[in-house]
């Protein structure tokens, strides 16, 4: 079955500091892996989208990690600000053969406190 | 750029009743997705349409939801007869193509059925 699984499933973190949000998938086959940031009373934005070949990808202070072998994700935030605190949502897309269909996680509540 | 327009952004209606939820996607982008987004199931996908034509509907929970497009620039999710497990947020996205583009939200619509 082809599932998404996100960890924690909330996160509280002081400003400054760093964090990792994790993604699991067992979606087969695989065509990417997309990390979205959702705040509150607005439609999800794309963070970053990684294909098979593609190990990390970085957007300002976020970086993502695809490792396909082990089928994990993660998304690191570095120094975090105030304007993090939003859902972070890890979406995998099977292959074109399976009509590029989206499997969502969850999602990652993260809280930033001053 | 205006990026993807919904109307309305909240709608309440009583049980019954039938909804339209409209969008309009960036210019120039040939694919449109419909989601779902309850605190109990997350986002879902409803449907996506790639140049007009529907490619995947398997995410439209019943035969009361319908969605149409009947140009690039415009496409309508209709509920009828609406039911109060209808109500979420709904979201719709554009992209440049299906499968590794980023896809781009609209600020959603919030539907209550009383």
């Known amino acids: 079955k082809n599932q998404v699984e996100q960890s924690p499933q909330s996160l509280i973190i002081l400003e400054g500091k760093n964090c990792t949000l994790q993604?699991?998938?067992?979606?087969?086959?695989?065509?990417?892996l997309r990390w979205y940031k959702q705040d509150t009373g607005r439609g999800p934005v794309s963070l970053t989208i990684?294909?098979?070949?593609?190990n990390t990808k970085s957007n300002g202070r976020y970086t993502a990690t695809l490792d396909a072998d082990t089928k994990q994700s993660s998304l690191h935030i570095t120094a975090s600000q105030l304007s993090d605190s939003a859902s972070y949502i890890c979406?995998?897309?099977?292959?074109?053969?399976?009509?590029?269909?989206?499997?969502f996680g969850a999602g990652t509540i993260l809280r930033v406190k001053s | 750029d205006a990026g993807v327009i919904q109307s309305p952004r909240h709608e309440v209606t009583e049980m019954g009743q039938e909804v339209t939820l409209r969008c309009k996607p960036i210019?120039?982008?040939?694919?449109l997705f419909w989601y779902r987004q309850t605190m109990m199931r997350g986002l879902e996908l409803l449907i996506y349409?790639?140049?007009?034509?529907?490619?995947?509907d398997s995410g439209m929970p019943e035969d009361r939801f319908s969605a149409k497009m009947p140009n690039a620039s415009f496409s309508t999710l209709k509920i009828q007869p609406s039911e109060p497990r209808d109500s979420a947020v709904y979201f719709c996205a554009s992209s440049r193509e299906t499968s590794s583009y980023e896809q781009y939200f609209g600020p959603g619509t919030r539907l209550t059925v009383t």
């Open positions: 979406v995998v897309s099977a292959g074109l053969e399976y009509g590029n269909k989206l499997v």
């Open positions: 993604c699991n998938y067992t979606v087969s086959p695989f065509s990417n």
């Open positions: 210019s120039g982008h040939n694919s």
């Open positions: 349409f790639n140049n007009n034509v529907p490619i995947d």
């Open positions: 990684m294909t098979f070949s593609e």
